[in-house]
């Protein structure tokens, strides 16, 4: 199975800003299906991002403006930028792949504290 790392995550300010990083161990492709979400403590766990065909964008209204998911193809690296964090995204973040002829693959998650 591919394996996904992240990276980024810990504990900013309100209004501070946080990339996130999700590198896989296979190559990723344009046409891939890529995502990220998030669990706050006590909640479930809900989609945030997604980038799929032709690097098409999609947000929770939650994160929209303030969130920017991208990919960089070379390094094989998924991103997560967030910008004016809020308490209310204190989270573990996850990242998601979905893989041609394969079962899709989780990072194992980074915490993102946002308090002052």
């Known amino acids: 199975q591919v394996q996904l790392v992240e990276s980024g995550g810990g504990l900013v300010q309100p209004g501070e800003s946080l990339i996130l990083s999700c590198v896989a161990s296979?190559?990723?492709?344009?046409?891939?299906?890529m995502r990220w979400y998030r669990q706050p403590p006590g909640d479930e766990r809900e989609m945030i991002a997604a980038i799929a065909a032709a690097d098409s964008t999609s947000y929770a209204d939650s994160v929209k403006g303030r969130f920017t998911i991208s990919r960089d193809l070379a390094r094989r690296t998924l991103y997560l930028h967030m910008n004016n964090l809020k308490p209310e995204d204190t989270a573990v973040y996850y990242c998601y792949s979905a893989w041609p002829n394969r079962s899709p693959s989780w990072g194992q998650g980074t915490q993102v504290t946002v308090s002052s």
């Open positions: 296979a190559s990723i492709s344009s046409t891939y299906v």
